[in-house]
């Protein structure tokens, strides 16, 4: 690893302007991806500072919202009572996530802002990256790219967004709040990301020293039900080859309310309003919920390696939509 200088906030103001003074210096929460990619040599930053002291670590009810301090940890956040009780799709995304030792490291801001685990970029030996070196190609496009997206890809960039807690938080119309050296500012998630195929190299709008200081979380109505399905290689610390989350609201066997996200399969987290354009008014049978997973992955984009994840992903939101809806006919 390259040598850095150490600097450790004590609030956030303080941490925006030490991040102001270095384009290059980067911030440093749980660390467990951040570390990873120092050590890799994919990342370099010559200042690194530590924002785990700041006072961003609260979870608390305010009106119909649970906000999440940037730094709660995902094990934290799993073990919130009004998580439990209202959000079972959020509770699930994070305990199908990683390790128990890593949830208890990692921070919801720092799983928000993850990095992608495509190997070529993981790998400063590999030239081509359009990720890590703009106009260089794609190796995983012509690679091993099983663990790569097929939504928001194409031939500049199929790298995935692994978070499964982003899943459930674009399916809830959740909103960031950011801290910039300026000005505060609250942004959708489902507009803070942006997909490899509009650009490879920036990953989301957030600005060089702009801090998330917390994720705003509505409470569903006490009528919506509610899940998360991780489908992966193994049953426990892997990431996920596709997964679903739903929320839905019935009323005498029709669809009043639904909010899809998906994941395993987008280049960021990906909201499925078309699968929600055909299940909302609609009944709740398997056969609008086949609809409306074949129009979620209509504009699938896929090399050899993914082009499994388009039956996988279209099945596993299908079964995730029976399970909430208890539906199986
Ligand atoms: P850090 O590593 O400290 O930071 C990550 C990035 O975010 C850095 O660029 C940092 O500068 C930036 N950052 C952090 N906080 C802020 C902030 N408040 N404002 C602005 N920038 C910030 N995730 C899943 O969702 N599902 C999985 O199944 C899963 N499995 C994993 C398995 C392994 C082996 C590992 C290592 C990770 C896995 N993860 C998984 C990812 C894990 O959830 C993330 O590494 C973790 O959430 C990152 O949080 P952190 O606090 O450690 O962030
Ligand atoms: Fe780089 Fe994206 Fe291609 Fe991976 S998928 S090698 S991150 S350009």
Known sequence: MRAFDYVRATDTREAVRLLAEDPAASCLAGGTTQLDLMKDGVLEPPRL????????????????????????????????ATVAARLPMVRESLLRGASVQLRNMATIGGNLLQRTRCRYFRDP????????????????????ARMHAVLGASERCIALHASDLAVALVALDAVVHIQGPAEARTVPLTEFYLT????????????????????????????????????????????????AAVLLVLED???????????????????????EHVLTGASATTATFREAADAALRDAWTVPGTAFKVPLARRTLVRELQTVSEVTA
């Open 196 to 243: 490899a195929d509009e650009s490879p190299q920036r990953e989301n709008v957030l600005e060089h020293a702009e801090l998330i200081t917390a994720v705003e979380i509505p409470l569903p109505s006490a009528a919506a039900r509610s899940g998360y399905l991780k489908v992966r290689d193994r049953a426990s610390y892997e990431f996920a080859l596709a997964s």
């Open 253 to 275: 066997g029709m669809i009043r309310q639904a909010r899809v996200g998906l994941g395993g399969v987008g280049t960021k987290p990906w909201r499925a309003y078309e699968s």
């Open 125 to 144: 030996t590999v030239p081509e990256c359009n990720k890590r070196t703009p106009g260089s190609g794609c190796a995983a496009a012509q690679g091993a």
């Open 49 to 80: 500072i530590d924002i785990t002291r700041l006072p961003l670590h609260g979870i608390e009810r305010r009106g119909a919202a649970l906000h999440v301090g940037a730094l709660a940890t995902m094990e934290e956040l799993a073990a919130d």
